[in-house]
């Protein structure tokens, strides 16, 4: 695909790509009860400027912990994050609180799944609207109000001046997500972190949602990253795409790439399971037998071998890199690839053998 | 309107809540539909349309204002407390958040086991020794995917949600019911895990001889495991159609819009804008007149608001309530019965 950037399918000119958010080798970890957590092992990527990075995975694949990685958002107490995050000029990790607040808001923005979280319930939304620009942007306390009408009006907020004075209670959760996207787009972010923004939401709004942010992210030439667990919410609307697996990356790819040469059997599995509304109905789905992983004790080797229809011998003890693929900008983790003779004789392998894993059943533990 | 060899008919139900000041939430207005035997029925609509409150009025819990349900040919709206009781066992329920709908100081063995003791006067087959209900419990446990040996004795926060949603599926099933109602049953879960309930719902009808009442916002987990779907919008019935009609040629202009919200796992699909749904759902409180989409309806003209549209078929058993529908009535054919088989 070519770099001119085609953000919800609208081709832009060919512009000089700039580096916004250089990830290295990003890995959190948490202190449990049970044992010490790695939610993020390992996680290297890059995102240029204006783009659309979608990352995807089942709950619990360490989505946001990556995005809160990034933003340097994890909890004070134990949490452990280490390597590196440039992120538009500033090395994140090591920046002191004061620090980052300059910068949360300003430059880098998020919006999260639960409107509620990120919107204070006992404060008249134009408030926290206001506040924020006043704060970052120094505005006085009347043009502040200006602005943030003129705010939830391109959010698509319906009568403007009579919401300022509501509370988020009194908005149905498409409005209140809405209100979180004016707020974090209120300083004019060089990008946007949107985790699970539509998940709580119905398709209706769902579609309302992320048609706004795609015209919101044009408009402003802004990057976005928009984590999801859902294929078909970023099939669309991404550049590319990063599928996470107990913690790491395991395929990255520009998007049409990774629909039409995916490697990775995970994300095979993952593209397989999602109902279409386009097939008839009782087509049977490809469920993926059993559960995540534990990131306490993750197995050995290839995380996703226990559910995995190609697994080998080799894959339970020796964890496949991450490697480059023929297409640029594809990068996928796994010794028997999908679409491949190797992949292939794996399969076959399986099924002679029977162990090909029985998508009916789940297996227990 | 109802064929004599519905399982289950749904006449006029109505659903009000009360909320002070003479005010009502008209939750479910005048609904009126049909389950065949075998057949899975989808529901679909917005959140607060009134599908969980359409569910619970056909299991009676709560009682609807007004309306009937009935059950092989008996009105469970007419039936008093102890009448009931009989029938409960049949119609069971399943609901969305699997992990709160368990108990969780009780072991697997016991929530799958309670219902037996619970009702074992109602029940057809006895199962009243320890053995026989043990055996059952096993029987069902495995049957939805679970290893009883070692699933019997642990309790749900040992298990993961779409395991949790595997043992309210088993407290269902061990009571033999011939409807089973479902609510949002795989809303909380993962894409992964969904395809194994959806997998396992199938599986399980055809083994029980089910019933089904699918309820969910997911259009595209709706296509997949109905027979026929139908569409509500603030308390009311839109359309009723086999699904595949449903999903091809949609009669009923808000069923069209939700089919355009629906995102496609297909990058080549561009999304596009047109015949998104725009402004907000109205208050149930105080519904518009005529019908009730028209504030958001492309298609509404004045008529909408003077007058109320009447749910009557436009094609072999697709049914609409629209002035302008999507899908012109063909001329009147001779009276057609089978219409509402679905095929
Ligand atoms: N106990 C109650 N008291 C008052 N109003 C209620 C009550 N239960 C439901 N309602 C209202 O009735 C309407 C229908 O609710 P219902 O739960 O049936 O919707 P739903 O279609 O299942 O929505 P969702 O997709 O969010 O589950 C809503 O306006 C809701 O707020
Ligand atoms: N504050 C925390 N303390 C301990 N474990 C955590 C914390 N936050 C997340 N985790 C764990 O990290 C892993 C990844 O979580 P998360 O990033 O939230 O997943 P996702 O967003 O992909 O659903 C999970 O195992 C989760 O339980
Ligand atoms: S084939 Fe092996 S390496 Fe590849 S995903 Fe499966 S288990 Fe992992
Ligand atoms: S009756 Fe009128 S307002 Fe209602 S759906 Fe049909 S065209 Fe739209
Ligand atoms: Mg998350
Ligand atoms: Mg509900």
Known sequence: MSRGHTTAGHEYPEIPAETLLTVEDLRTTFDTPRGKLTAVDGVSFELEAGRTLGVVGESGSGKTVLSRSVMRLLPKRGATSTGRVRFNGHEMVGLTQKQLRGIWGTELAMVFQDPMTSLNPTMRIGNQITESLRYHLGMSSSEATEHAVVLLSSVGIPTPERRLHDYPHQLSGGLRQRVTIAIALACGPRLLFADEPTTALDVTVQAQILDLLAAQQRERSMAMILVTHDLGVVAGRTDDIAVMYGGKIVEQAPTKTLFAEMRMPYTEALLGSIPRADQPSHTPLQAIPGRPPDLVSPPPGCRFAPRCPYAQPRCRHEEPPLREAPTKGHRFACWFPVGTPEGRQALEENRVRGVALDPARSVTT | ?343
């Open chain 2, 1 to 343: 309107m109802t064929t004599n060899d519905a399982l289950l008919s749904v006449e006029n139900l109505v659903v009000e809540y009360p909320v002070g000041r003479g005010r009502k939430v008209h939750a479910v207005s005048d609904v009126s539909f049909d389950v065949q035997a075998g057949e899975t029925l989808g529901v679909v609509g917005e959140s607060g349309c009134g599908k969980s409150t359409a569910g619970k009025a056909i299991v009676q819990l709560p009682r609807p204002t007004s309306g009937s349900v009935l059950f092989e040919g008996t009105d469970l709206v007419k039936l008093d407390g102890d009448q009931l009781r009989r029938f409960r066992p049949r119609l069971q329920m399943i609901f969305q958040d699997p992990v709160s709908s368990l108990n969780p100081r009780r072991r697997v063995e016991d929530i799958v086991g309670d219902p037996l003791s619970v009702w074992s006067a109602e029940l057809e087959s006895s199962v009243a020794s320890k053995q026989e209900r043990k055996a059952k419990v096993a029987e069902v446990l495995e049957a939805v995917g679970l290893d009883p040996v070692s699933a019997a004795g642990r309790r749900p926060h040992e298990f993961s949600g779409g395991q949790c949603q595997r043992i309210s599926i088993a407290r269902a099933l061990v009571l033999e019911p011939k409807v089973l109602i479902c609510d949002e049953p795989v809303s909380a879960l993962d894409v992964s895990i969904q395809a194994q309930i959806i997998n396992l719902l199938e599986a399980m009808k055809a083994r029980f001889s089910l019933t089904l009442v699918f309820i969910s916002h997911d259009l595209a987990v709706v296509r997949n495991i109905s027979d026929r779907v139908a569409v509500m919008y603030l308390g009311k019935l839109c359309e009723l159609a086999p699904s595949d009609v449903l999903y091809r040629t949609p009669a009923h202009p808000y069923t069209a819009a939700l089919l355009a919200s629906i995102p496609e796992p297909d990058p080549a699909i561009v999304p596009s804008t047109t015949g998104r749904l725009t402004g907000e759902l109205p208050s149930s409180i105080d519904p518009p007149s005529g019908c009730r989409f028209r504030t958001r309806c492309p298609r509404a003209e004045e008529r909408c608001a003077a007058e109320e549209p009447v749910l009557r078929e436009v094609a072999t058993g697709q049914r609409v309530a629209c002035h302008f529908p999507l899908v012109e009535a063909r001329p009147a054919a001779p009276a057609n019965v089978a219409s509402q088989q679905s095929a």
